[in-house]
């Protein structure tokens, strides 16, 4: 045990919980990685973490704050270092008291300065991310779950059940990604002084307090060591399995050792692929007139909200009227998109008069971009029925 | 989640918002699902359009096409994944990324043997205790970008959002070149009209 991991947790408990994220990033940052040596502090670095997301700090901050309505709890999970060790409870809280406690946490961003109640209060909150839905007896077991901190403080060791695996992925998502490394430090913290009392606990948990749901099996130890790494074990079971439907073709192998091969090697030919196609794109590229490129983006800019940004928008009207005159009848299948990649290559000026002559003349020529790209966008071509491209930028 | 309420540069269609409301429940699975949507794939089409259009002008080296497709795919990853910032950073400024790992990292070093067992309390199940299988975790953390020193759930995760974000990539990129090479076809034998 690292002192200076306790420390740390401590000091972070201790309550000035002042909204400084990039600090608890910190603090959970050093923690991890004191912890956790495979800890990668270049995904996770405190201050440039907002750098990395591409936004201004303050815009993080703020959604880390109030990521949104539903993710209050979130936001306090991913500040809060302990709220790693959390995710284990998650099981219990699916009837809890989530819906009470998650209140105060939408009020305000910062945290009442109680460690207790902030401990309690952040594991609640990481279940409210994922039970809201579920959580619907909440409220007559608040009373009992307010009368038992030190219960609920004790058994973090609590066995995670299949769905559990998600919910760390989804806190993995609000930019905490080793906090159960951290829950297991402040967890094997705890035990230390009541070792007894959890396994107690455990056993008998399930029928008296609902939200300690143990999964602690007969026969099974209950001791927190092998609670906690069952419920890792599941927990990379689980990202197997996913990884498993991803892949194709590794749901009929067995064995771990096997999948993973499985998956190298599709790791291996998709960035083969993607270099291959690179090289075919650059031997494409030298023929495109980039200044049609242009046209590309300010046609789908054009009918979109986008904002003053698309150039060449006084000609999208035009562009877009022919297009639908082009577009009655058969070629309703294809998608604009066939017919902008067309107009890449043709000058600006020309556009609505290629798209007419290729739109009468040529609708055989169009078709086969349309097969390359029906594929493309199979979704989209359902809203661009009204000619309409939906675009993110 | 952080994506959608940072997308203040794009504008937040339907599509974006209902993939809100999906991705909220928490699921590894939404790993995929966020990646295939049809959206994402105009995201990082334009994306990469854009990083393409400079080097228009010279000839594009592919490793330089390659370059600039990995790195518009870690933007539209938006920085929500290892991978993805591993790769912005790797390309921004090499150095950066390393004083980024050095900064008061020391113990990386000495732990590194044990990655695959990265909490010292955790009894590491059976399976993962395999020498194959810590092998292959191994690997697999060298291919996914940044992820060298993960324990095999994260490596796992990550491993997953970078599979499904391939997959898009290669859908997208394929079906960029040919709808250029097809478009490049026809002007060539219809010809430049006006020219």
Known sequence: MEPGGSSGVGSVNSGTYTPEIAESLRFEEEIQSLIDPSFDASSAAGGSFTALLGLPANQAVELLHHPGPGEPPASAASSSPIAGDLWRLRLVEQHAVTDTLRLPFGCSSTFPSDAALVERAARFSVFATDDSPASSSGGGLSPELKAEPPDSHSPPTLPVPAEKPRRPSKRKECEKSKAKAVAKKSKSAEENTSAAKPAAEENTSGDKLPYVHVRARRGQATDSHSLAERARREKINARMKLLQELVPGCSKITGTALVLDEIINHVQSLQRQVEFLSMKLAAVNPRIDFSGLDHILSAECGPLAMGSGCGGGASDPATWASETAASTGGIRRMPPPQQIWHLDLVHPQQSSTVWENNGAAHPHFLLSPATSLVGYDPASSVPLNSNQLKTEL | MISSSSSSSSPSSSSSGSRKKKMKPGLTAQAETKWQTAAQEQVYGRRLLEALRPTGGAPAGPRAVKEAADSALALTARGQSRWSRAILLGRCRPRRKLLLKAGGRIRRGRRQPRSSAPVPLQQVSAELRGKKVRDRLR???????????????????????????????VKTMRALTEALSAASLSAGATGEPGS
Not at chain 2, 163 to 168: H, K
């Open chain 2, 139 to 169: 690997l697999l953390g060298r291919l996914v970008p940044g992820c060298r020193k993960l324990s095999a759930s994260g490596l796992l995760e990550e491993t997953a959002d970078y599979v499904a974000a391939l997959e898009m990539q």
